[in-house]
């Protein structure tokens, strides 16, 4: 018996891998305490396929807070148990060409211009179904643990971390409130907004969240449907033109996919029907996105043609 021969999907993944690794740019963000001690040098890569298959290539399987990757997660739970109109009366789906926390709220109406960035999430984390805010939270933890098809758990150190230096994101909940598109205690709101933020994924997590987008809402490791088709399909429509906030169109012009990234380095990529990409490292450019994550996806997508623009 010889040894068994890798997939060459493998093979070219380690190859991409280990050139990307070699991108030492970037800086691990600092403004959350917790988040600044981790290692520049760690860089998973993962990707799922529409059956369920899951290839991995260095980092896959450490931990980091999930952060702004979880917005979309929770965009989707929200559609869910409103609908589009329900949520569309609360937060708009507009980019706003501004970063994550930009302080900006539509004129009309007070609606957050998208649920990608800070201000659109803490609205969005409030429209989960629940009878209280421990409900809501809990709906969302289950809800995230779906997408990942295992159970997912917070980090308590970085969620301290986020509360003693959350006054910003506390100052849109005030905005929010005043603007009257976020209803009940400012405090508790931004508490799940905080929990929600501090869950703790894997690149490998990532990769099936992803694949479970890109499958129409069913996970296809676990075979569980967590959302619906119809939901999906409008929440890629937001990740695609606003997922990495003033970068957004860049992005989509290099990488083609709809994305998602966060502060502590991950990325969820989607190749809609076909696969989910989940990537860990915690350097960011200068606008908060992982700069292995941004090479390892736009170089993903040239290799296996993968542009969602790219003519078949
Ligand atoms: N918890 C972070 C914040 O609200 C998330 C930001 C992000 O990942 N871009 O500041």
Redesign the pocket.
Known sequence: MGEQVPSPVQVRLDELHARVQLNCEGEVATY?PALGKADPALFGLALATHDGHVYESGDTGVGFTI??VSKPFVYALALYDRGLNGVLERVGVEPTGEG??ALRLEPETGRPLNPMV?AGAIVTASLVNGDDWGQRFQRILDGLSAFAGRELRVDHEVLAS?ERT?DH?RALGYLLRNAGVLEGDVDKALAV??RQ?SVVVTARDLAVMGATLAGGGVNPVTGQRVVGADTTEHVLAVMATCGTYDFAGEWLLRAGLPAK????GGLVAVLPSQLGIGVFSPPLDRR?TSVRAIAACQELSARFGLHLMRPV
């Open positions: 959350i952060q702004s994550f926390d800070n986020e959350g994101n907004y905080f933020c990234s966060g502060v502590a908060g």
